[in-house]
């Protein structure tokens, strides 16, 4: 798969302007659905509580702090499938797993039990499609939009590449949707891969 930027003209957008567009489009996927393609083996998330806890070192303050977003999600994505659109997602992952991605794991296996529909990438099934390059991270957004989403060297959120044309939305979005069903289904990934992990040894270069 090739980026997006290879493929024609993006628009690049701040981090206020990202999110601001993100939401506006997100409630508008439709049927043709929400598909996200994430390769990096760790981001930041400040101002995630369970995040937060996770870095300091908390491991079970962390998991219990996702437990307790339960009812959230469960209102979100009930909102999600009211809005006549589905959730899917291709996380890559590379072994060992990584100490920010066993937490993320965590969150993800959480989401899928109230309809995300996530599945693993790793091994082989990443080299397929890197022959020439690194993956890009990639949402895309029904038939309307699409968007290279963008982070600073630390893996922190600085904002997004907007991409309009229907041709590489549609293609973008066929690759995604081939990646998903080449992958393996998350509850079975985490139960193997993830589920008895020890605690993460976290340093501030590994998250």
Not at 34 to 42: C, M, P
Not at 174 to 193: A, C, K, N, V, Y
Request: hydrophobic share 35%; with cysteine; glycine share 10%.
């Amino acid at each position: 798969m090739r980026s997006p930027q290879a493929v024609g003209p993006g628009r690049r957008l701040g981090l206020d302007d990202y999110l601001e567009d993100f939401d506006r489009y997100f409630w508008r996927s439709g049927p043709e659905g929400f598909w996200k393609l994430e390769r990096q083996q760790s981001f930041l998330e400040p101002g995630v509580a369970s995040w937060e806890a996770f870095r300091r070192g908390r491991w079970d303050e962390s998991l219990a702090l996702l437990e307790g977003q339960r009812g959230h999600y469960e209102e979100y994505f009930r909102r999600i499938a009211g809005s006549g659109f589905t959730l899917h997602r291709v996380r890559c992952v590379e072994e060992p797993i990584s100490p920010y991605l066993q937490w993320e794991l965590h969150l993800l296996h959480l989401k899928a039990q109230y309809g995300e529909n996530t599945r693993v990438l790793n091994g082989e099934g990443i080299r397929r499609y890197e022959a020439e390059h690194t993956l890009s991270e990639i949402v895309v957004l029904g038939s309307l939009v699409m968007y290279e989403v963008v982070y600073d060297d630390e893996g922190k959120l600085v904002g997004g590449i907007r991409f309009s044309d229907p041709h590489d939305i549609s293609r973008c979005r066929q690759t995604i949707q081939e990646m998903h069903r080449s992958g393996e289904p998350l509850g079975d990934f985490f139960s193997r891969h993830v589920a008895r992990l020890p605690p993460p040894t976290v340093a501030d270069e590994q998250v």
